[in-house]
């Protein structure tokens, strides 16, 4: 009897298993660091035909099937993972992790669409989700340096400047970019706009280097960054973290995501202070929070909502002379200059798929921004035949608000497997600015700017209707099985309507003024594939850039300002050896622009915009990265490049200098990163790594007859994280920035009245602790 019930009991077992191997599969895919759901990942049965692919929320649905024991899930830019399939009809959640070497996964900023890498004819990086988590950075430099030809100069509090396939420099060639939109209007650049991204809310960061205006339009020459923010988690996740260095810097981070039915939520965002730092007059306060929702409405149509806000009340210190910076005397010359910004920013994005060879997304965005301030570097000092006489400065506030939308149509069509991408760009943008004149007083004998009047004499105050409005097209077509060609044209209007509240002789500008700026800006790119890991890629593109308002309008400005254009020529490959251990990326350009703007120092110390006649940029850039086994992981990203004036001169002391032929000023001629990690199978978890950055020589002024030898940094970066499945719990890390205590400028500039410099910090240990909640998926 005994035996007749085993033998019930194993048939009804049997029974069961085969009941539950043929329920039908559902389960969903995570990056393994961010949370965050993998779209378009691959899962199949192993031995079998049967398979699918993965949802914008990361879902996948296999239908039933008898005796499958586990599934393949692999996508591109991720280690492939075998999973056992769960008894009893659970859902399944698989965790993939980024591979150690790959060919940069999937990228959305080359064609505003998702592609491979190796299918996007442009110079374009990626900074993954793991390595954003292992590099643990305050400010976005310590994450751009790593990319090949990028040089985030750091001025402190999250201010800074940047060379890409440009010298350092204020101008306005580069676009930053807000999942797609920019996050500032045409016309109204600043350098230190980055302050104003969310830098906890970021998934992942795309660079694309060289001209981008065939689909971005204005300012996108030197490069475009696209910051990509995080999206709503499937299962629900939460997070805090504090952190904090021994020169009174203090951060904290928290942020929580989940679904809700058809919802996701997901908010996060960091509180930053500096107080007491090691260079004096320093402190600033920062808050950053980015809140989004993304609506299912159907499995076609999906809506998106994202708000952005940012503020930051710093001091500004100013640069240094050369003896006090070589006594590392880290004393700012004045107690009152600073730097105050608030900046809003709304979006709403409406998609629909049609099919799936069709998808069309609409979005409408809005902005506000107030920048003011009290700059340190519009403090001039008045001489007359080189003998001092008095100071002067000024206040000054910019605040814009954005009306626009963005409307794009994609279409795969069976022809040689193409594609067409159309779109469509509007922007309104009133803004206003104001400046009134300083008097400044100063302590001669010891250089220190000790108060200001305020005199209430505007220099400039005046309103400015922006309109940028845009339609571009890309088709790209598969030519033939190892040639794809990609062509784009994009059509830009800009209007500036310019009123001034000054009048007579307050002011140097007409009452009334209009500018309009036409652009046409096309490019041609290839890729041909010599395998399956191994390509070339050439292209031609175009960039355009307007004056912008603040010099356009400025009644410092007297000189005319022309439009600014650059043609780009590029070639480059990539391969990956030794299966697929090493990979390596190689670009080599020549950028050429016309009517290039530069800031230009006038013989009363004030400074003016001024078009360069022709200009030529050529450079080589390149990455390397290693992993001979899975725990070690080896990138060296570098690049190699000359900037030079083809058509320039200046005024110095009343005679004209001709400067064709020179090295451009602030161009380092050798820029290098290189990093190595490594993450212990015996402590997993754990993480060491160690980055070296060299920046090469230079030229400090356009005579080339000074010169700054550049410098050489180590970072160290420690980290542990304890290993859970589903909660992934404490994390604590220290990182060393300057770990030999290296005397050294981000920024040397020179004039007839000497060298200034940049201070960039000493040796700093910085201590993080963190902790991290992830939900299990419900059965």
Not at 223 to 250: C, E, M, W
Not at 390 to 416: E, I, T
Not at 418 to 437: E, Q
Request: aromatic fraction near 12%; charged fraction near 15%.
């Amino acid at each position: 009897m005994k035996s007749i019930f085993m033998t019930a009991g194993l048939a009804v077992a049997s029974l069961s298993c085969a009941v539950a191997q043929q329920t039908t599969l559902r389960g969903t895919v995570l990056d393994a660091q961010s949370q965050q759901p993998l779209p378009g990942v691959t899962v199949v049965v192993p031995g079998s035909s049967l398979g699918t692919t993965t949802d914008a929320a990361g879902h996948f649905t296999l239908p039933a099937a008898v005796d499958v024991r586990e599934v393949t899930i692999s996508f591109i830019g991720y280690s492939a993972q075998e999973a056992r399939v769960p008894a009893n009809g659970q859902a399944l959640t698989v965790r993939l992790e980024a591979a150690p070497v790959s060919l940069q996964g999937v990228v959305v900023s080359a064609s505003r669409e998702q592609e491979k890498r190796t299918e996007a004819p442009v110079a374009i990086s990626q900074l993954s989700p793991q390595l954003i988590a292992d590099t643990k950075a305050t400010a976005p430099y310590q994450l751009l340096n790593k990319v090949a030809g990028v040089y985030m100069v750091n001025l402190g509090n999250e201010q800074h400047m940047m060379a890409i396939r440009q010298p350092i420099s204020t101008n306005a060639v580069y676009l930053y970019l807000e999942d797609g939109l920019p996050i500032r209007p045409i016309g109204i650049f600043n350098h230190n706009a980055l302050y104003e991204i969310n830098q906890a809310g970021v998934r992942s960061i795309e660079v694309v280097k060289g001209p981008a205006s065939s689909l971005y339009g204005s300012n996108a020459i030197g490069g475009a960054i696209n910051f990509l923010t995080q999206r709503p988690t499937p299962l629900p996740t939460a997070g805090i973290s504090v952190q904090g260095d021994g020169f009174g810097y203090r951060r904290v981070d928290a942020s929580a995501s989940g679904p809700a039915g058809r919802l996701g939520l997901y908010v996060g965002g960091y509180a930053a202070r500096q107080r007491n730092s090691w260079q004096d007059y320093t402190d600033f306060d920062k808050q950053s929070w980015t809140a989004r929702a993304d609506y299912r409405v159907s499995a076609k149509t999906r809506l998106v909502g994202m708000g952005t806000y940012n503020y930051l009340n710093t001091q500004t210190p100013g640069t240094l002379d050369s003896t006090r910076f070589y006594s590392r005397r880290y004393q700012s010359n004045n107690r009152f200059t600073n730097r105050v910004v608030s900046a809003v920013r709304a979006s709403l994005r409406l998609e629909h798929d049609w099919s799936p060879a069709q998808q069309t997304a609409f979005t409408a965005f809005a902005r506000y921004n107030s920048t003011g301030q009290l700059p340190s570097y519009f403090i001039s000092d008045m001489r007359v035949k080189g003998v001092y006489q008095s100071s002067n400065g000024q206040v000054n506030n910019q605040s814009f608000r954005s009306y626009g939308a963005l409307a794009q149509h994609r279409l795969d069509l069976g022809f040689l497997n193409s594609r067409l991408i159309v779109g469509g760009y509007f922007d309104y943008s009133p803004s206003t600015y104001y400046a009134r004149y300083l008097t400044i007083d100063k302590d001669v004998a010891n250089n220190f700017y000790t108060g200001y009047t305020d005199t209430g004499r505007y220099l400039d105050n005046y309103q400015i209707d922006l309109f940028n409005t845009a339609a571009y097209a890309q088709y790209e077509v598969q030519a033939t099985e190892a040639l794809r060609i990609v062509g784009g044209l994009r059509y830009d209007r800009v209007q500036y309507n310019f009123s001034n509240n000054l009048s007579g002789a307050q002011t140097t500008k007409k009452a009334v003024q209009n500018n309009t700026y036409n652009i046409v800006a096309p490019k041609l790119g290839l890729t041909y594939a010599l395998g399956p890991a191994q390509g070339l890629y050439a292209n031609f593109s175009t960039g355009f850039q307007p004056p912008e308002t603040g010099s356009l309008y400025s009644s410092r400005q007297t000189i005319e300002l022309k439009q600014a254009n650059f043609n780009n020529y590029e070639v480059g490959g990539w391969v990956a050896l030794f299966e697929r251990k090493v990979y390596i990326d190689l670009s080599a350009y020549v950028l050429e622009g016309r009517n290039e703007m530069v800031s230009l120092l006038q013989p009363d110390n004030t400074t003016q915009s001024e078009n360069v006649g022709a200009t030529r940029h050529r450079g080589i850039e390149y990455t390397l990265t290693y992993a001979p086994v899975s725990e070690v992981n080896f990138r060296v990203s570098g690049t190699n490049v000359q900037h030079t004036y083809l058509e320039y001169s200046e005024v110095v002391q009343g005679k004209n200098r001709d400067y064709a032929g020179n090295r451009m000023v602030s161009a380092p001629t050798w820029i290098a990163n290189a990093e190595v990690f490594y993450k212990p199978r015996f402590v997993p978890g754990a993480r060491l790594g160690l980055e070296y950055q060299r920046i090469g020589q230079y030229f400090t002024n356009a005579a080339n007859t000074k010169t700054y030898a550049g410098y050489n940094l180590l970072n160290l970066r420690l980290g542990y994280r304890l290993p859970q499945p589903a909660v992934r719990g404490l994390e604590v890390w220290a990182n060393v920035a300057n770990l030999s205590n290296e005397l050294y400028a981000s920024l040397v500039t020179s004039n007839q009245y000497g060298t200034t410099y940049q201070a960039a910090a000493p040796r700093t240990v910085t201590l993080g602790l963190g902790y991290t909640f992830a939900g299990k998926a419900r059965e």
